[in-house]
């Protein structure tokens, strides 16, 4: 695919891990992957063949139609659920089915009520698996020099119900970034907020991302928001969903919000929209039919 002369490499799924393929490198290689659930005496296919590959340090998002698997993916890197078929790898190490290699961020930002901010951004390094925890006491002196990273220093001791919808949502955010495993995954973190709190975590995001440089994979509907944030967009279809198409985006880091103006974003975003109304008709046509 060429966008008025700047070119946006564009690939099919098959092709994914052979342009990567080292995955001992990769903080993530899915392979091959499939799945499907019994529903009453048949099976509904939810993911066929699904190949994808976050670099280390690199922030790659899903977009696909609702429903068509995406969070079911996330159940399966996280070791949640096991595939069919295919095979999971983590800096080469195959962790199919195996739990605890990863952080997590919900679209929801799941504080628990009864610990303070400062607790509940902890949490993650209190639950990681393995013998090579941070001690206490440097635990919490380093969650304490992040939450004045993230603004949220003066809201260290207190509790979830007096912050704002942002600021829990950064809460959240730092309790994945301070958990020990490398991959990210972040599930629409930002889809309950408001369009404006929305662009500002946005923009806080990339300010974090390019500050740290963590490996995401990042679940959106908004294809600006894809287009804003990923170095790489997976495109699924609808269920049983498979990968349509990948595309590198072009733009150069580190972006700004005044970015989405621009004319070459703005074509690639009305493409990715075009493809996304077709899946979204498919889709449609599939649930009518019965065949869904």
């Known amino acids: 695919m ?23 490198k990769a903080a993530l290689n899915v392979e091959q992957v ?8 048949t099976l509904l296919p ?4 699904i190949s994808l590959t976050v670099e280390r340090g690199e922030f790659v998002s899903l977009l696909g139609p609702s429903g068509s698997g995406k969070s079911t993916l996330f159940h399966l890197i996280g070791g949640l659920l096991a595939p069919d078929q295919g095979r999971i790898y983590m800096d080469g190490e195959d962790v199919t089915g195996t739990r605890g290699r990863i952080s997590y961020m919900p679209q929801q930002p799941a504080l628990f009520p009864w610990r303070t901010t400062l607790d509940n951004v902890l949490l993650g390094q209190e639950n990681a698996p393995g013998p090579d ?12 020099r992040r939450l004045d990273e993230v603004g ?6 207190a509790y979830p119900h007096t912050l704002s919808g942002g600021m829990q949502q950064r809460a959240a955010f730092l309790r994945a970034m301070l958990s ?13 907020l408001d369009e404006l709190t929305r662009s500002d975590m946005q923009q806080w995001l990339l300010q974090m991302w390019e500050r740290h440089r963590r490996s ?25 969903a498979s990968v349509l198409q990948v595309v590198d985006v072009p733009f150069a880091r580190p972006r700004r919000e005044d970015l989405a103006a621009d004319k070459d974003f703005v074509e690639l975003k009305h493409e990715l929209s075009r493809r996304m109304r077709e899946e979204k008709a498919k889709n449609t046509a599939a649930w009518a039919g019965g065949t869904v």
């Open 34 to 41: 499939s799945v499907a659930f019994r529903q009453r005496k």
């Open 46 to 49: 939810v993911l066929k063949d």
């Open 216 to 240: 995401v994979l990042f679940i959106t509907h908004s294809i600006e928001e894809a287009l804003l944030l990923s170095d790489r967009i997976y495109v699924l279809s609808a269920r049983p």
């Open 180 to 192: 020990p495993q490398e991959l990210m995954l972040l599930d629409e973190p930002f889809s309950a």
């Open 133 to 144: 925890k941070e001690p206490r006491r440097e635990a919490r002196e380093e969650a304490r």
């Open 2 to 24: 060429s966008l008025n002369g700047l070119p946006v490499e564009s690939r099919q799924n098959g092709k994914e891990n052979n342009r990567r393929g080292d995955r001992e």
């Open 152 to 157: 949220l220093g003066k809201f260290a001791d």
